[in-house]
């Protein structure tokens, strides 16, 4: 239940967690795992293949099932009842196919298909794509679902089933063999966020993702102490001290003539003192995000700002502390959205996207979180609490962190698996607890070095928001 609450700002050190190192990829026999389950929902569903399409920007599906994600350029699986899978790829990701678990093991075959190739490079020694599916099965009397990134309800497409996102020449060729009734959208399959697989995360999953929120945390802590008046926002970005680990989406870095671009990156803006400023670091599984004001103290605000805390910062982190308190098993998603409605106003505030999402490999992989969701939280969900609002007046603030759901036999799977994880989890519930007055459920695992701080002056970052006691 929602706990009302008053806010307070207090000063404190922020606390160390510790770093950890990367986990290593989970074994073959894990991904084998996650085909079986793949291959109990096509008989579910009355799908004789799955086609798994993959780009740079599109791969997390193939990603989870595979541990192969294409680089420059297109790639697809092919899935049938039995068998080992087909791996389609370009000139350039062939060499690249031995990142893929199953492929080593030898439980995944793969393909060059040339037309997935940049332009101009050698696209004549492959087969039509029509004669690699009929050679995997699949023809006339084939059910075929096809998996991208996004499916369509029937309010949003007027056949929500067979609307694909696939390339239209992938598509165009398996409704030629089977008849267009007999390919429908089954990206739900991965991504629904009532019972999609990828909602499910193991425990090697998890230990990943608390790395990589590490990562971004860290950065975003560096970037918040180191920064100064004058430098340039390139200049600000330079301190995540960036390791390689591959990017779940774009950093932005919002201020000055930028303050209003939202997705824009670093740009050349000066750092000023009385300047709002937004920025994010989001790595695979990972997005860490801070918004408030390059200022030392209410005094550095424009003046009609300059209740800031008290009317909007302090009211946002008293609403995010309950929906907190919202957050455990079984909670549904509609009451986190009629919480944030009710209590953050749009007039006010501006909260327009989902008071939450979950997140994987993908930085947005779907969200329970919206009015008359009948969506019910369950263990193993990764979760981004993601919760933006947006002022003229005050600009924004943001706690924006990752966390995981996990039941009593998850958490005991976790601890005996990865235990620095496990234990770096714990103490971070227990500062939200007894720092931060944060009522957080035993069933949430804070996946970020820096869980709920919020630190409204980004000059004076020792003073943080926090819940009365």
Known sequence: ??????????????????????????????????????????????LTHLVVYGDREHFANLAWLTGFDPRFEEALLIVARSGKPL??????????????????AGKLRGERFQSFSLLNQPRDSSRFIRDIYAEEGIGKSSRVGCAGWKYFSDAEHPDGAHALELPSYLADALR???????????????????????????????????????LASEGMKRMIFGMRPGMSDHELASLVEYNGEPLGCHMTMATGRARDRGLAG??????????????????????????????????DLPSRARNYVENFAGKYFEVMAGWYGLLKIGARGHDFARLVNEKLSFGKFGI???????????????????????????????IQVDVIPSSKTYFSTRMEDGVVLADNDLRRRLRKEFPAC?????????????????????????L??????????????GKILAMEQ
């Open 1 to 46: 239940m929602h706990r009302s609450g008053k806010h307070q700002l207090i000063r404190t050190e922020w606390p160390e967690f510790g770093e950890a190192s990367a986990p290593p990829q989970p074994p073959a026999h894990e991904f084998a795992a996650r085909l079986d389950t793949v291959r109990a929902a096509m008989e579910r569903t009355g």
């Open 266 to 299: 670093p740009s050349g803006e000066i750092i000023r003192c009385g300047n709002p400023l937004a920025t994010n670091l989001s790595y695979w599984g990972s997005n860490s995000c801070r918004a408030g004001w390059i200022a030392a103290s209410s005094r």
């Open 352 to 382: 327009f996207l989902n008071p939450g999402h979950l997140i994987h490999l993908d930085e947005w992989l779907s969200s329970p979180f919206y009015c008359g969701s009948r969506a019910v939280l369950h263990s193993s969900m990764a």
């Open 448 to 461: 970020s070095n820096i869980p709920a701080i919020v630190p409204p002056f980004f000059l004076a970052p």
């Open 176 to 214: 030629k063999l089977t008849g267009r009734e007999h390919v429908t959208n089954a990206t739900g399959i991965f991504m629904n966020p009532d019972d999609g697989l990828r909602t499910f995360c193991s425990p090697s999953e998890i230990a990943y993702f608390e790395y990589t929120n590490i």
């Open 87 to 104: 791996l389609i790829v370009g000139n350039e990701c062939e060499g690249y196919l031995s990142i893929s678990p199953l492929y080593r």
């Open 422 to 446: 496990y234990a770096r989890c714990e103490k971070r519930r227990d500062f939200m607890r007894n720092k931060l007055g944060i009522a957080v459920h035993d069933d949430v695992l804070p």
